[in-house]
């Protein structure tokens, strides 16, 4: 089946370690993204990239990092000075960028909780 | 930067009943976007309007954006249990290529 892949579903971290959560989609998509969800505040842009080997950051970059090396994946790793990173994360795509009327299509989104 | 004020940010609805949800933008909109979300699962992709005036409906749910596009509703006929959950609005930038603003949504329940 064609869709954005996220793992795991749940994760705990400790204090000072860091952390990757993974998207892979098979929808040939150019565009990916990764948002945090947070209770009350809705959906923030973390980063995007629009094409393989670029990424730019987005509203609340700080303590995340992220690469692009294929297509298809799109890596989030959030870093030890990240200060609160217990919330919901939710990988996206699209078939490309730069276009208004692109469909963005989510993942199911992984539970980061810091223990 | 662009916001989303949505409002209700809750409601609560006898099963069969209308409702509306509506999302209002401090800018003009390029593109707006709805989503359904169940608690800590993705977005469902609803529908997207991108002209003024536009109107779209899938099933029982309509989704308007007004003339100066800076309004849009979405609308709920003769609601279900499976219509509860969170509906989102997200709006594109005039390029899109910065994914899409959001505005904190809107909970819905439907009692039976």
């Known amino acids: 089946d064609g869709g954005i892949t996220q793992s795991p579903k749940y994760l705990f971290r400790k204090e000072g370690q860091n952390v990757t959560l993974s998207c892979e989609q098979n929808?040939?998509?150019?565009?990916m993204y990764w948002y945090r969800q947070d209770p009350g505040q809705g959906l923030r842009l973390i980063y995007y990239s629009q094409i393989v080997n670029d990424f730019q950051k987005g509203d609340i970059a700080e303590g995340y990092s992220v690469s692009r090396e294929k297509k298809e994946s799109f890596p989030l790793t959030v870093t030890s000075a990240q200060k609160n990173p217990t919330a919901f994360y939710l990988c996206?795509?699209?078939?490309?960028?730069?276009?208004?009327?692109?469909?963005?299509?989510f993942g199911e989104g992984s539970w980061l909780t810091v223990v | 930067s662009q916001e989303l004020e949505q409002s209700p940010q809750s409601l609560i609805v006898q099963e069969g009943k209308n409702l509306t949800i509506n999302c209002t933008s401090s800018?003009?909109?390029?593109?707006l976007y709805w989503y359904k979300q169940k608690y800590g699962e993705g977005l469902i992709f609803l529908m997207m309007l991108q002209k003024g005036g536009e109107e779209k409906s899938h099933e029982k749910i309509t989704a308007k954006l007004d003339e100066k596009k800076q309004q849009s509703s979405l609308h709920i006929t003769a609601s279900q249990p499976s219509h509860a959950g969170i509906y989102l609005c997200g709006a594109a930038s005039g390029g899109g290529a910065d994914g899409l603003t959001f505005g904190k949504g809107t909970h819905l329940i439907i009692q039976p």
């Open positions: 929808l040939n998509h150019d565009a």
């Open positions: 996206a795509s699209s078939i490309v960028a730069g276009y208004s009327g692109n469909t963005i299509y």
């Open positions: 800018k003009t909109l390029y593109g």
